[in-house]
């Protein structure tokens, strides 16, 4: 026997790779479902790209509001029909951009807001009823929507017209990425507070965005990407069913974010194996068979650490090919990295080729044209089902030991993934994992690392001044009974916060002071 | 038995990406030295305080954010008002603009390791500049 064809191969989760695959045991797989069709597996629509391409939204944030507003009204200008807002840290972590522990990060990694004055300025002259919304933040994600209720009632904007995605998921926070603020516990109340509030008065608005990117980017693989998501998700549904609601009026706004890898077949097979993973825990552990709740939708983006410092125009083609990943495995909506993100923030130019990426691969490769081409390919169903198979063993293993929150506690996915991390840096090392342009092929160039955002004192001042005024021109009586308000029915237990944010939004108190609040009665969790 | 070279890794700022921190002080500890891992989030003061407390050789700092001048500047200052002249050797990993180097060595920063750089190096750098 040939040498090659006894090699050990693995896929990037370390799944054993055949040198062949045929066809399988007639009783082995489903390969007959069709797509629109229980569980999924080759799509959420009959039609799929046919019938409507997926968005194609691409994530920005600036150092001001005034900055953000603009460049939001000039992609609105080019075409774009959805908004992608990054804010800063201080605003993710629930600090106004005064507090003395914001003072070197105002505005470094997206728009700072504070209150109502800012959320005005972010959207002015943006018609909300046209346009959806997407907001990536977690901790404070019940005040951001406040804010942007508050702000879309002030406009007369019926709320049952206002469409868009909050990230709501912060679970995954405590995982990976870290802009957690409370105890588990009570973090996840408030962003079932969220969701369940939204049933009511928000019908089109995607309450949680449950998110594996963030666990792929701190190492996890393919197999923990999807298991420690899924975890999460049904800790949130769980949680808003303990409060006595149907489970169809809300799990149809649950929506999902994946990465999306250069390891091309397994990553299809992972889109393919999430879809039907979820299609099963909504139909047999919560017994809903109806479309809307099974159906996983789910955005894609490309991997950010898989973007190289060292020749940066490899990292175009990496992000085609996680491109061509995300789309032959059904992505709704899909943000392609540009590739000099490993240098600094991208340009102008290099954001452009990000969406002329997604572009050519719409257009241009024909795969658009019929539904999940690589359905019947004997190594991506077999990868399928063993990316299932092996998530479910995941997602059990969580639930013995008494869901994802107490094994967040324990900090078990964080050790897993950590695990993980910590064997690519080895394999890369080693030259068992080669990264061109890194371990193999290098070039002798001197890096040359760009400094990011440029953040013009004078927007941050004028930032600060208006902060400044809000405080002092508000009504103070108001601010005061509205937080007291807040923090009576935060330490009731069955009361849902939101009514009472959207109370202290509207008279212009600000997210560090609602935030403190929480921090008051929940207390603040180091981890 | 010769005493192991102790090392805090540290995560100023209010970024959570901490990926990178881990790795390295997972592959310190491997390469035998006594790694102490700060946790995100990290004020300069407590990092600086838990230098003192630890009586480490080394202090790492990651940082992705953006935020590095500062924060670095301010650490550094609060290392040598805690230690005097018998200050922890200070390295920094993540991304750094090349154009901000200069400020960073200028404050006390013995090396800078950037994206790609291989644990090895940073081991074998470690490991020369601390002489026990």
């Known amino acids: ?527 | 038995m010769s005493k192991n070279i102790r090392v805090l890794i540290a995560k100023p700022g209010l970024d959570g990406h901490d990926r990178g921190a881990k790795v390295i002080a997972h592959t310190l500890r491997d390469a035998g030295m006594d790694v102490i891992y700060t946790g995100i989030r990290q004020s300069p003061e407590m990092i600086a305080e838990a230098a003192f407390q630890e009586d480490v050789d080394v202090v790492g700092i990651s940082i992705l954010s953006g935020a590095h001048i500062q924060l670095i500047r301010e650490i550094a200052e609060l290392l040598l008002q805690k230690q005097g002249g018998n200050n922890p050797l200070l390295v920094v990993g993540g991304i750094i603009p090349s154009e901000d180097k200069k400020s960073l060595y200028e404050c006390g920063v013995s090396e800078i390791f950037g994206p790609g750089t291989s644990t090895k190096e940073i081991v074998a750098f470690i490991k020369k500049s601390v002489n026990l």
Request: charged share 25%; glycine share 6%.
């Open chain 1, 1 to 527: 026997m040939d040498d090659k064809l006894k090699d050990n191969r693995v896929t990037r989760s370390g799944l054993k790779i055949d040198p062949v695959y045929t066809k399988p045991n007639k009783n082995d797989s489903m390969h007959n479902d069709l797509p629109g069709e229980f569980p999924y597996t080759r799509g959420i629509r009959k039609d799929m790209y046919r019938g409507r391409l997926w968005t194609m939204r691409q994530y920005a944030g600036f150092a001001s509001p005034e900055a953000s507003n603009n460049r939001y009204k000039y992609l609105l200008n080019q075409g774009q029909t959805g908004l992608s807002i990054a804010f800063d840290l201080p605003t993710q972590m629930g600090y106004d951009s005064d507090n003395k522990i914001a003072r070197s990060e105002i505005g470094r990694v997206g728009v700072p807001i504070c209150s109502l004055a800012d959320m005005e300025i972010l959207f002015k002259d943006i018609p909300l009823e046209e346009i959806s919304t997407s907001m990536t933040i977690n901790a404070t994600a019940p005040i951001l929507l406040a804010l942007y209720i508050v702000l879309a009632k002030k406009n007369g904007v019926s709320l049952d017209k206002l469409r868009g995605t909050i990230q709501n998921d912060i679970l995954k926070e405590f995982i990976a990425r870290g802009t957690y603020i409370y105890p588990p516990e009570p973090s996840v109340r408030l962003a079932t507070d969220l969701v369940t509030h939204c049933s009511k008065e928000l019908p089109l608005w995607n309450t949680i965005s449950v998110s594996g990117y963030h666990m792929s980017e701190a190492g996890a693989t393919a197999v923990q990407e999807l298991a420690f998501t899924f975890s999460n998700a049904i800790a949130y549904v769980k949680s808003a069913l303990e409060r006595g609601i149907d489970i169809n009026s809300f799990v149809p706004r649950f929506s999902f974010f994946f990465v999306a890898q250069t390891n091309l077949l397994e990553e299809v097979a992972k889109f393919r194996a999430a879809r039907r993973i979820w299609a099963k825990i909504v139909r047999d552990r919560f017994g809903s068979g109806d479309i809307k709740s099974t159906r996983l939708r789910f955005h894609a983006q490309t991997a950010g650490v898989t973007l190289t410092a060292q020749q940066p125009q490899n990292n175009l083609i990496r992000t085609t090919i996680q491109a061509l990943a995300a789309v032959l495995g059904g992505a709704q909506s899909l943000h392609v990295n540009s590739f000099d993100e490993a240098l600094g923030l991208p340009t102008e130019e290099s954001v452009e080729l990000s969406l002329r990426t997604q572009q050519i691969v719409a257009f241009e490769s024909g795969i658009t044209d019929t539904v999940d081409p690589m359905g019947g390919s004997y190594f991506v169903e077999n990868l399928t089902d063993r990316l299932e198979k092996l998530s479910f063993d995941y997602i059990n293993q969580i639930e013995e030991m008494g869901g994802a929150v107490n094994a967040i506690k324990n900090g078990f996915q964080s050790n897993e993934i950590h695990n993980s991390a910590y064997k690519l840096q080895k394999d890369i090392e080693d030259g068992k994992n080669v990264v061109v342009g890194v371990n193999k092929y290098q070039s002798s160039d001197n890096l040359k690392i760009m400094r990011g955002q440029n953040i013009d004192k004078n927007d941050i001042d004028k930032h600060l001044n208006r902060l400044y005024r809000v405080r002092k021109k508000r009504n103070q009586n108001d601010v005061r009974t509205s937080l007291k308000e807040l923090e009576k029915a935060a330490v009731t237990q069955n009361v849902n916060t939101m009514p009472f944010i959207i109370k202290c939004v509207e008279v212009y108190a600000t997210v560090g002071e609602i935030s403190d609040v929480f921090r008051k009665v929940f207390g603040k969790y180091d981890g």
